[in-house]
């Protein structure tokens, strides 16, 4: 059941190895994320999953450059775009990478534009920075742009302000702005959570249609497993800091390996007729990230944790070749091995 | 028949509420709806944002007026417009969850006030009683007795909406609307939010109005659903049969729109994304209100509203000229 870590540096086009961030507050060192890898191809999407406080947005952010430091600080690690270090220092080659080569969308539309600015400007901002537009030309590029992302008479809306546009729409000329670059990356942060359903899957197709018309990679952050069934190739999931599963999006579902995993699919309501009104919750809260237990962050929630988990650290346990779980029940001691457990009958009876 | 029509614990009959917003603008909010609660019934309101539902919840309590129509508890018609005294009065029978439990708590008040502030209005002036309630009461919630002297921001979401439910439940009402309760929280702590109201509901014979957007859980949670549209009622039916079963195109976009957590199910799953966006509900134009959208449109659906009727052989209510 032990495998061995594959080495595969230098194939991905973003890699990004042993990162922890920490954050100076009054109380105290918060460790927001301690220790995560993981890797991007072009033209596949990665989902981070997580709750919140667990650390996928300072994942991201980090990378982009968006953590103030202070009090943030980025103590270990390296992400390696296309085999160049991104962390820390965001210029490559004279071009900033930000905005440039990896694109951003955030969770709330509203607040994530300039409400002093037409939304034609703000997307033809990032094309005078970083390729060098004259206005005039990059104001048409943001008109292709809109057009590209299907909202309605671009020409009309590209002059108009951000209060005049939904939210569906506002999150439609993010993804416009966030592309206007030609990025190999899109890192959509939480997209469509501020959305409703009807709207979150005509965001989603687009997002589907854009990264079959450039062959970008996606990061897609959220909380919600639907939209990640619905968009992931790949699936890491992460709980105090850590990721504590990664596969591809089959193994994750269908041969879930941490409790945790197995526990958040629990708590959704499925699609059964016959299943109502019971859901199987995980009881209690996510560790206190100032003083991080030293075993698994998950253990005092875990039904199934032993007295080493609560020691020490599991190690990545491979399950096959991209996908592991960090969880000591896969260890050759364990008693129970994770592929026994089961909500409906063993633990919540 | 099925019992809750013959005797609802809340009924509203062409429940209207029109915002005024000037130059001869009215929002129409919430417009014309019927609806029956029965006793101790979940009954679940989807839609999506601004079709209305917090509007309808906030209405039949009587925290909006009604522009018309009417609202009755056990038969006896509410107030139109509510007077504190009005108030004072159907508080203790109705009461409201809210969505968002960061603001819906007065940050200056301990949690022991905040729970043990509905006690002392209405019918406890005896400090020590009202505190061992509270006690009772955070207890009954999930939260330690000696939380009461601490403030909303040393406790979670999770927690704050647990603090939200104790407030709301203190007076032991008979009818609670939740608006959106657990949209704020996070996938684990929803279900244990669920689950305790659901225990709540069992021990207190509470009868809940359910508003939420999320449709898998809305079915999980309640015993009838109805489906809302820029202010009017689309679908009414038991919810696992209007989950699984839709008859108006409405629901079956909303329903087509929400995506499983199974990855074989989505990869298959043709794109149903619908186009366009709810309309503005500012002076609504005749006709059926989702005929902008609809797929099925058809040359009455323009002209004629199509009314909220009874299906011939199911128990499901639907407004849809398909049907007529």
Request: charged share 20%.
């Amino acid at each position: 059941m032990r495998g061995q870590k594959k080495s595969r540096i230098g194939s991905k086009l973003l890699e990004v190895r042993n990162l922890e961030v920490e954050f100076d507050t009054y109380g105290g060192i918060v460790k927001a994320v301690r220790g995560v890898d993981f890797s991007v191809d072009s033209g596949k999407t990665l989902a981070i999953v997580g709750e919140s406080g667990c650390g996928k947005s300072v994942t991201v952010q980090s990378m982009m450059g968006l953590i103030p430091m202070p009090p943030g600080r980025i103590t270990s690690g390296s992400a390696l775009l296309r085999g160049q270090e991104v962390l820390g220092d965001t210029i490559i080659e004279g071009k900033e990478i930000r905005g440039a080569e990896i694109g951003m969308i955030f969770q709330d539309p509203m607040t994530s534009l300039n409400p002093t600015m037409t939304i034609g400007n703000q997307i033809a901002e990032p094309l005078q920075i970083h390729r060098g537009y004259s206005y005039r030309q990059a104001f048409n590029e943001a008109i292709n742009l809109l057009d590209m992302s299907k909202i309605p008479e671009a020409a009309k809306r590209a002059k108009q302000y951000p209060f005049e546009f939904s939210g569906g729409m506002l999150q439609r000329a993010m993804i416009a702005m966030a592309i206007s670059c030609k990025p190999s990356i899109l890192v959509a942060d939480e997209p469509t959570t501020a959305l409703d359903v009807t709207i979150q899957a005509q965001i989603l197709d687009l997002m589907r249609d854009l990264q079959s018309q450039t062959g970008m990679a996606i990061i897609l952050i959220t909380h919600d497993l639907g939209v990640v069934a619905r968009m992931a190739d790949e699936v890491a999931v992460m709980y105090a800091g850590k990721i504590i599963e990664h596969g591809t999006v089959e193994d994750v579902f269908y041969r879930s390996a941490h409790p945790y995993t197995l526990g958040l699919r629990a708590a959704m309501p499925t699609n059964d007729p016959a299943n109502q009104h019971q859901l199987n919750p995980i009881e209690g809260s996510p560790p206190d990230l100032f003083s991080p237990p030293p075993g698994c962050g998950y253990c005092a929630r875990c039904p199934w944790a032993m007295s080493i988990c609560h020691k020490s650290h599991p190690e990545d346990y491979y399950l096959n070749s991209g996908h592991y779980s960090r969880c000591w029940l896969h260890h050759n001691d364990s008693k129970i091995k994770p592929n026994q457990l089961s909500f409906s009958e063993e633990v919540r009876g | 028949m099925v019992n809750h029509l013959e005797v609802p614990i809340l009924e509203t009959q062409n429940l209207t509420r029109y915002f005024d917003i000037g130059k001869k603008q009215v929002v129409h909010a919430v417009d014309g709806v019927s609806i029956s609660v029965g006793e101790k019934e979940i009954m679940g309101l989807v839609g999506e944002s601004g079709s209305g539902k917090s509007t309808l919840g906030k209405t039949i309590l009587g925290l909006h007026n009604k522009t018309s129509g009417s609202v009755s508890f056990r038969g006896q018609a509410l107030p139109q417009k509510y007077q504190s005294k009005d108030f004072q009065k159907w508080s203790k029978k109705m009461q409201m969850i809210f969505q968002d439990p960061y603001s819906s708590l007065n940050p200056r008040m301990t949690v022991g006030e905040i729970v043990g502030e509905g006690l002392r209005l209405h019918s406890e002036s005896d400090a020590v009683k009202v505190k061992e309630r509270v006690a009772d009461w955070l207890s009954k919630v999930g939260l330690q007795a000696d939380h009461m002297s601490r403030y909303p921001h040393e406790f979670s979401g999770g927690q704050r909406q647990r603090i939200g439910i104790a407030r709301a439940l203190i007076l032991e009402p008979e009818f609670i609307v939740c608006d959106e309760p657990i949209s704020a929280l996070d996938v684990s702590v929803q279900a244990q939010v669920i689950n305790l109201l659901g225990e709540l509901k069992e021990t207190m014979g509470l009868t809940m109005l359910f508003i939420a957007h999320d449709l898998s859980m809305v079915r999980y949670v309640s015993d009838r659903m109805a489906v809302m549209y820029l202010g009017s009622l689309m679908e009414v039916g038991k919810a696992n049969e209007v989950y699984f079963d839709p008859k108006h195109p409405y629901t079956e976009v909303l329903i087509g729109s929400n995506p499983e957590p199974d990855p074989k199910v989505e990869r298959n799953r043709p794109s149903t994304a619908i186009q366009g966006e709810i309309p503005s509900p500012v002076n609504v134009a005749p006709g059926c209100r989702f005929a902008s959208r609809c797929p099925k449109v058809m040359e009455v659906c323009l002209q004629t509203t199509p009314e909220l009727l009874p299906l011939k052989d199911i128990d499901r209510s639907v407004a849809c000229h398909l049907y007529l």
